[in-house]
């Protein structure tokens, strides 16, 4: 069975400030995707990394995907309120398309 | 990014009866959609995969006979979920997966849809 492991699960931080979420499995993925949840709504396409060792970057937000496509990273650069939400990570699998989620990380954003 | 729109947004339900959710692709077809359900403040859990012209696929321990699912066409699935209990009260999500003829193969959720059953 594969598994992602997403941590932290909850952050509270200033804004301003840099965080970094993580996503590890012992599995390969074909493909990796982050998203954002707000509350009642839909996840929210981030971005998709399917290259070993490829970084991508949107704005203050930097993903990361590990040479061997096992693990994956977000980092945001200078929080703002704004950023406040649920981020998902989701592993993709090459075979049938279905998606393996992490547990999520609730971050918070303090003014 | 894609666009999948799901309907109703929201229902409310009395026990016993039973409520459909639809799920469109408005900009591109997508032959494998698939269904999701989420606690508060959880990740989504995946219920099944719906498959245009066949049979869905449902995840161990999810009742095919109480969750059905139905993929018509190449741009609607309908989850129905089958006299309702209050249990059954959640978020459920779809989403639509775009093969968009490229190395990236992404999954674009819809906005889900708040059950809740008396």
């Known amino acids: 069975t594969q598994l992602l492991e997403q941590s932290p699960q909850f952050l509270s931080i200033q804004e301003g400030e840099n965080l970094t979420v993580y996503c590890n499995s012992s599995?390969?993925?074909?493909?990796l995707q982050w998203y954002r949840q707000e509350p009642g709504e839909g996840p929210v396409l981030l971005v998709t990394v399917v290259t070993g060792g490829e970084v991508k970057k949107l704005k203050r937000l930097t993903f990361q995907f590990g040479d061997a496509r096992k693990d994956s990273s977000l980092h945001i650069t200078a929080a703002q309120t704004g950023d406040t939400g649920l981020y998902l990570c989701?592993?993709?699998?090459?075979?049938?398309?279905?998606?393996?989620f992490g547990q999520g990380t609730t971050l918070q954003v303090k003014p | 990014g894609a666009v999948v729109s799901q309907h109703p947004s929201r229902v409310i339900c009395k026990s016993g009866t039973s409520v459909k959710i639809e799920c469109r692709s408005l900009d591109f077809q997508a032959t494998t959609m698939f269904w999701y359900r989420q606690f508060p403040k959880k990740s989504l859990m995946l219920m099944a995969t719906?498959?245009?012209?066949?049979?869905?696929?449902?995840e161990q321990g999810v009742e095919k006979d109480k969750f059905l699912i139905n993929h018509a066409s190449l741009t609607l699935s309908t989850l129905t979920v089958t006299s309702a209990h209050p249990e059954d009260s959640s978020f459920y999500i779809c989403s639509a997966r775009d093969l968009g003829g490229g190395q990236e193969d992404t999954q674009y959720f819809g906005p889900g849809t708040r059950l809740t059953v008396l």
């Open positions: 989701a592993g993709a699998s090459s075979n049938t398309g279905k998606l393996i």
């Open positions: 719906s498959n245009e012209g066949s049979k869905a696929t449902y």
């Open positions: 599995s390969v993925f074909s493909s």
